[in-house]
């Protein structure tokens, strides 16, 4: 059973435009919530990360939204440029040191 | 400072045969864990490690898998014998511990090892 849900599974975007991912979740015990950005042939990074106690959150162009009730959260790319195309995964966990819980990732081109 | 490293990048075996795969973590931390992604699909917790000792490893899909971290230091998986199904990119990753300094729940990740079973 897939804890994370995530979608588009792929995206393409115009440079300049908005590029939104959605993932949606069930447990409520979750109380970490980031967003990995992979590049091809390397690892996935932290791009961003969130907590349940707030509602946005902004670094730079990227933006994470987060609806507590409606156990979804989801990231905003402004102003996307060619450079952010890459595979965006959602994850979650329950505490600090546990597992993560990932989505099965979103596959963004931004073409010029 | 030197990221995650993983060896081998690649691997392609027979079925039936073994294969060990090595994560080399961030000096200094001691929370160690391995992922897998089968081709589409989500990034799947195997196990994981505080220091030398397995703290959860209910990812684990069978005894073919053996993780070991000698010393809490570096880490294997080894994959015996190694089945079709078993084919996909394995991610090590790693943290400090709760408390310390840089622990923001993050978890850095290698570039993993990608393992093709014939």
């Known amino acids: 059973q897939q804890q994370v849900k995530q979608s588009p599974q792929s995206l393409i975007v115009q440079k300049g435009g908005i590029s939104i991912i959605n993932c949606a979740y069930e447990?409520?015990?979750?109380?970490?919530f980031p967003w990995y950005q992979q590049f091809p042939g390397k690892g996935p990074a932290l791009l961003i990360a969130i907590r349940p106690d707030v509602s946005e959150k902004k670094e730079g162009r990227f933006t994470i939204s987060f609806n507590k009730s409606a156990k979804q959260f989801s990231l905003h790319i402004m102003d996307s440029q060619p450079g952010d195309s890459a595979t965006y995964f959602c994850?979650?966990?329950?505490?600090?040191?546990?597992?993560?819980?990932f989505g099965t990732g979103t596959s963004l081109t931004v073409i010029p | 400072e030197a990221g995650v490293t993983q060896f081998p990048s690649h691997s392609v075996i027979e079925k039936g045969q073994t294969v060990t795969l090595r994560c080399d973590p961030i000096s200094g931390h001691d929370n160690l864990y391995w992922y897998r992604r089968v081709m589409g699909k989500e990034i799947k917790f195997l196990l994981h490690f505080v220091k030398e000792s397995k703290q959860d490893e209910s990812g684990m899909p069978n005894n073919r898998f053996l993780a070991e971290r000698t010393g809490g230091t570096y880490s294997t998986l080894k994959v015996q014998p190694a089945e079709l199904e078993d084919s996909g990119v394995y991610f090590c990753?790693?943290?400090?511990?709760?408390?310390?300094?840089?622990?923001?729940?993050?978890?850095?990740f290698g570039p993993g090892t990608r393992l093709t079973v014939l």
């Open positions: 447990n409520t015990a979750f109380d970490y």
């Open positions: 994850a979650a966990s329950s505490r600090a040191g546990n597992q993560f819980y």
């Open positions: 990753a790693s943290s400090p511990l709760l408390g310390l300094a840089g622990s923001s729940g993050e978890q850095f």
